[in-house]
């Protein structure tokens, strides 16, 4: 098994930055992809940003690209979600997870949320 814990989030003014990091201990070699998610209030669960473990390619949807960067430390088994010119329209809980190769079909394993509140 895998164990996310989530670190960063909080309150900011619109333009603002913030970092979120996901730390992960556990099976950690098993880690094939880590992705960012947020479900804003009333909307869907959305992929924000994932990262691949081994090769560290990203993706970031469009809604967040040019101004969100993910990336890693595999020293610290970490992942960082590095938050710039934050919108009130991402204001969210943020959740982590990852896909191992146990299973990789699905995102097995998430962290506690976070909430990210931007204000305008």
């Known amino acids: 098994q895998v164990q996310l814990v989530q670190s960063g989030g909080g309150l900011v003014q619109a333009g603002g930055s913030l970092r979120l990091s996901c730390a992960a201990s556990?099976?950690?070699?098993?880690?094939?992809?880590t992705g960012w998610f947020r479900q804003p209030p009333g909307k869907e669960r959305e992929l924000v940003s994932r990262?691949?473990?081994?090769?560290?390619?990203?993706y970031h949807a469009d809604s967040v690209k040019g101004r969100f960067t993910i990336s890693r430390d595999n020293g610290k088994n970490t992942v960082y979600l590095q938050m710039n010119s934050l919108k009130p329209e991402d204001t969210s809980v943020y959740y982590c997870?990852?896909?191992?190769?146990?299973?990789?079909?699905?995102?097995?394993?998430w962290g506690q949320g976070t909430q990210v509140t931007v204000s305008s």
């Open positions: 997870a990852v896909i191992t190769d146990s299973n990789p079909g699905e995102y097995a394993y």
């Open positions: 556990g099976r950690t070699l098993s880690i094939i992809r």
């Open positions: 990262i691949s473990w081994r090769s560290g390619i990203t």
